[in-house]
């Protein structure tokens, strides 16, 4: 069994910044890629960042220059530096993960959420 725990969301003010953690656990073989994706109420889930187990990064249009993906393989964990915050950035940030287990072979996995509001 696989699990990804969130950590770190919370409220901030307005230009501030967070930092968002998930850690994988469990029979995890290797981990492929590693991302997070945001949901704001009445509106589809959409990517925020991803890196690959190499360190190669990808963005949303809407955060590159104020967020940073990074990722630590020997603790199966990935970051998210949030900085200048908007209230626009207000969603439930979901980490996701694909990777490989030694029962159930390779897919998707996903963390609970943690909620991140951006308001003054």
């Known amino acids: 069994q696989v699990q990804l725990v969130e950590s770190g969301g919370g409220l901030v003010q307005p230009g501030g910044s967070l930092r968002l953690s998930c850690a994988a656990s469990?029979?995890?073989?290797?981990?492929?890629?590693m991302g997070w994706y945001r949901q704001a109420p009445g509106k589809q889930r959409e990517l925020v960042a991803a890196?690959?187990?190499?360190?190669?990064?990808n963005y949303a249009d809407s955060v590159k220059g104020r967020f940073t993906i990074s990722r630590d393989n020997a603790k199966n964990t990935v970051y998210l530096q949030m900085n200048s915050l908007k209230p626009e950035d207000t969603a439930v940030y979901y980490c996701?993960?694909?990777?490989?287990?030694?029962?159930?072979?390779?897919?998707?996995?996903w963390g609970q959420g943690t909620q991140v509001t951006v308001s003054s």
């Open positions: 890196v690959t187990r190499g360190g190669s990064t």
């Open positions: 469990g029979s995890i073989f290797s981990i492929y890629d």
């Open positions: 996701n993960a694909d990777l490989l287990t030694y029962y159930s072979g390779r897919k998707d996995y």
